[in-house]
């Protein structure tokens, strides 16, 4: 079973929401789960509408049956700083170091090197056990860099271990990559069923393969629930308005809603329906391609729907339990 969770997507596609749904499924009935963000945005703070993360381990949420969420906003420059304690016992030097601005201009200038500090930190918490030598967490979610930069972003460890050839740099990157390329790890694709998310999904699956790091599945978001029936999409994409009227009215008529005349609303609202009618097919169909395209992929798939009202803390606990309903945390 895998440990460490990377959840990337395209931007727009809800992965940071996903990533946070999926730590309260993997927390349930009693585990420990670490949801850790890279980018700085503090966008787990504000899913779990709490105050902005520091640099530390903090428990944020409860999931059901008692287990729990903790959260890590990694800092590179902190994390150089741990790094150089480690390796090299220079606390006191490192926060001199900082005072000056070399910290801050390492991680900014050198190439790699804040990838590194981040997956490695990440890494750690992975590994890491208490006095009786059980993990300290049971899982680790990262929500990690966008599709585009996942696979260099995770893969920046064996660049630098080929560098380094000696010493704790080499030995702490590879470290890192056994972890990283081990069955331990499962990287996650967030996706929407449109065109250009999908397409993003199969390069970045295609680019994580290629460079040996393991792939997980692919969470479709953001799902919209069909409002006709397939009588009603056929009728509508061959433009019987009056099969396509009737079956609006039943839907209404579902709601309790709704001003009807002959066809089942009153004549001026029939044509703009219609014409949402006709629009609704059209993202059916676009939708069914997208569902092909993923399922070309081969990889486990999990679904979620839109939630119409934004998603707020009910709404990350209600995804939970979908991802959980459809055996991600299995």
């Given at each position: 079973?895998?440990?460490?969770?990377?959840?990337?997507?395209?931007?727009?596609?809800?992965?940071?929401?996903?990533?946070?749904a999926l730590a309260l499924a993997l927390a349930a009935e009693g585990k420990r789960t670490l949801l850790v963000?890279?980018?700085?945005?503090?966008?787990?703070?504000?899913?779990?509408?709490?105050?902005?993360?520091?640099?530390?381990?903090?428990?944020?949420?409860?999931?059901?049956?008692?287990?729990?969420?903790?959260?890590?906003?990694?800092?590179?420059?902190?994390?150089?700083?741990?790094?150089?304690?480690?390796?090299?016992?220079?606390?006191?030097?490192?926060?001199?170091?900082?005072?000056?601005?070399?910290?801050?201009?390492?991680?900014?200038?050198?190439?790699?090197?804040?990838?590194?500090?981040?997956?490695?930190?990440?890494?750690?918490?992975?590994?890491?056990?208490?006095?009786?030598?059980?993990?300290?967490?049971?899982?680790?979610?990262?929500?990690?860099?966008?599709?585009?930069?996942?696979?260099?972003?995770?893969?920046?460890?064996?660049?630098?271990?080929?560098?380094?050839?000696?010493?704790?740099?080499?030995?702490?990157?590879?470290?890192?990559?056994?972890?990283?390329?081990?069955?331990?790890?499962?990287?996650?694709?967030?996706?929407?069923?449109?065109?250009?998310?999908?397409?993003?999904?199969?390069?970045?699956?295609?680019?994580?393969?290629?460079?040996?790091?393991?792939?997980?599945?692919?969470?479709?978001?953001?799902?919209?629930?069909?409002?006709?029936?397939?009588?009603?999409?056929?009728?509508?994409?061959?433009?019987?308005?009056?099969?396509?009227?009737?079956?609006?009215?039943?839907?209404?008529?579902?709601?309790?809603?709704?001003?009807?005349?002959?066809?089942?609303?009153?004549?001026?609202?029939?044509?703009?329906?219609?014409?949402?009618?006709?629009?609704?097919?059209?993202?059916?169909?676009?939708?069914?391609?997208?569902?092909?395209?993923?399922?070309?992929?081969?990889?486990?798939?999990?679904?979620?729907?839109?939630?119409?009202?934004?998603?707020?803390?009910?709404?990350?606990?209600?995804?939970?339990?979908?991802?959980?309903?459809?055996?991600?945390?299995?």
């Amino acid at each position: 079973m895998s440990r460490l969770h990377v959840v990337s997507g395209k931007g727009g596609t809800g992965k940071t929401t996903v990533a946070a749904a999926l730590a309260l499924a993997l927390a349930a009935e009693g585990k420990r789960t670490l949801l850790v963000e890279v980018e700085g945005r503090q966008g787990i703070a504000q899913l779990f509408e709490t105050e902005a993360l520091p640099y530390e381990e903090r428990k944020i949420a409860v999931a059901p049956g008692g287990g729990e969420v903790f959260a890590l906003a990694i800092d590179a420059e902190q994390a150089l700083l741990d790094y150089l304690q480690m390796f090299y016992k220079l606390g006191g030097a490192g926060r001199a170091l900082r005072k000056i601005g070399a910290i801050d201009f390492a991680t900014t200038i050198a190439p790699g090197l804040r990838d590194v500090l981040l997956t490695g930190k990440a890494c750690e918490a992975v590994r890491r056990k208490d006095r009786t030598g059980r993990f300290v967490y049971d899982h680790v979610v990262m929500d990690a860099p966008p599709t585009g930069r996942v696979t260099r972003f995770l893969n920046v460890n064996d660049e630098v271990a080929g560098l380094a050839r000696i010493g704790p740099i080499h030995n702490q990157a590879q470290a890192v990559m056994r972890v990283l390329k081990s069955p331990e790890t499962a990287v996650h694709f967030v996706t929407l069923l449109e065109e250009m998310p999908v397409q993003e999904t199969s390069d970045g699956i295609a680019e994580l393969r290629a460079a040996g790091l393991p792939v997980g599945g692919v969470v479709i978001n953001m799902v919209r629930p069909a409002i006709l029936d397939d009588a009603a999409v056929e009728a509508a994409a061959n433009g019987r308005r009056e099969e396509v009227a009737r079956a609006l009215s039943h839907a209404l008529e579902r709601t309790g809603s709704g001003s009807r005349g002959r066809t089942g609303f009153a004549e001026p609202l029939v044509e703009p329906l219609l014409q949402q009618a006709r629009e609704h097919t059209e993202r059916l169909a676009l939708e069914q391609r997208g569902r092909a395209d993923v399922a070309r992929l081969s990889l486990p798939t999990y679904e979620l729907q839109l939630l119409g009202d934004g998603v707020d803390l009910a709404g990350l606990y209600r995804m939970a339990r979908e991802l959980r309903k459809q055996g991600v945390a299995g």
